[in-house]
């Protein structure tokens, strides 16, 4: 089965970005439905997950990688359309939620093979949609680069965010301590239902102090950061002994006034990453991991992802203008 075959069609509806600005830049198009490569899927899209990147890339600041498509969308769930020819394990007509680089807002959508996972059983598509970004980045972060241990504190900035609801149960499922904060007491109320121990409203309570009494003075063993700006140093000052920093995203801005003391006092570890310019084999191994450790916890029960609303995929700009507001408690799904 080929892009050209019969059974799927020659052209798609997707959403362009028709010059950076806000959400009334974003516009249906038609687009050529493109045969997927050697290694790739190309999937039938159900639902596409929203994601800050998305709006990043929408006002300009965050283009595509170099060869990929300029169509928004990092996560989608569907059904399999065609495989390339090397690829194995996949077959028309399966279940499939994705990581891809961009696309994702469109009505296929090609995927590299080793960054699709199977939709856990129990998940409707809407929920699948709402998985791959969050749990990749998660993973990759909180375990991959901070190794976070059964026993040790984590800290997860912006708790009802995607990533937010996300870490929150990895956390808890792994054995930490996990605290966040949040910006209104309904969010906090939010994050300590899905596991957080503590949850501090920063509008009212420097997080610093409350988290430093909270854990006897130690502090912090793990902070996931998406804030940075001010953020920086506070952390720093909060990290336990042998601590980890790990900064996914700057919307305070990358640039602080930090003292560097702790850091060699304490022994700490400050690292950051982002996803979508790695490999498309270190992908493949964080695929693998989720479903080894986290695939049965979606499954049985212990974990689900938290939808906070979905829009049909030709209102794009009214979904961005909700993430935007920060209204939002989990993910917002684009449904095709």
Request: hydrophobic share 40%; proline share 7%.
């Amino acid at each position: 089965m080929t892009a050209s075959s019969p059974e799927i069609p020659v052209t798609m509806t997707a959403i362009e970005i028709l010059e950076p600005g806000g959400p009334e830049m974003l516009a249906p198009a038609t687009r050529p439905v493109e045969a997927p490569g050697k290694d790739e899927i190309l999937v039938k899209v159900a639902a596409a997950g929203i994601n800050r990147p998305d709006i990043m890339q929408r006002q300009g600041v965050y283009p595509a990688p170099k060869g990929v498509t300029d169509i928004p969308g990092l996560e989608i769930s569907g059904t399999v359309a065609a495989i390339g020819e090397d690829v194995t394990g996949w077959k028309p007509g399966d279940a499939v939620c994705a990581l891809v680089s961009g696309g994702g807002y469109a009505e296929y959508c090609l995927a590299p093979a080793p960054q699709c996972l199977p939709v856990p059983k129990g998940l409707d598509m809407t929920q699948a949609a709402a998985l791959p970004e969050t749990l990749f980045t998660v993973w990759a972060n909180v375990m991959d680069r901070a190794n976070l241990q059964e026993g040790e504190t984590l800290l997860v900035h912006g708790g009802t965010s995607g990533i937010g609801t996300t870490a929150i149960q990895i956390g808890r499922l792994l054995g930490a301590r996990v605290f966040v904060t949040a910006g209104t007491p309904e969010k906090c109320a939010t994050c300590e239902k899905l596991g957080a121990e503590k949850a501090v409203n920063y509008h009212e309570e420097d997080f610093v102090e409350v988290l430093k009494e909270a854990t006897g003075g130690k502090g912090v063993d793990v902070i996931l950061d998406m804030v940075g700006g001010d953020y920086i140093p506070r952390n720093i000052s909060l990290l336990a002994s042998d601590g980890r920093l790990v900064n996914i995203a700057y919307q305070k801005g990358p640039k602080a006034e930090v003292n560097f003391l702790p850091v060699m006092l304490k022994r700490l570890t400050i690292t950051g990453s982002t996803l979508r310019i790695r490999p498309v084999e270190i992908k493949g191994t964080i695929a693998r991991a989720l479903k080894e450790r986290v695939w049965p916890h979606i499954e049985s029960g212990d974990m689900a992802p938290v939808i906070h609303a979905t829009f049909p995929l030709k209102q794009a700009d009214e979904a961005h203008r909700l993430m935007e507001s920060g209204a939002h408690m989990g993910k917002i799904i684009l449904e095709v």
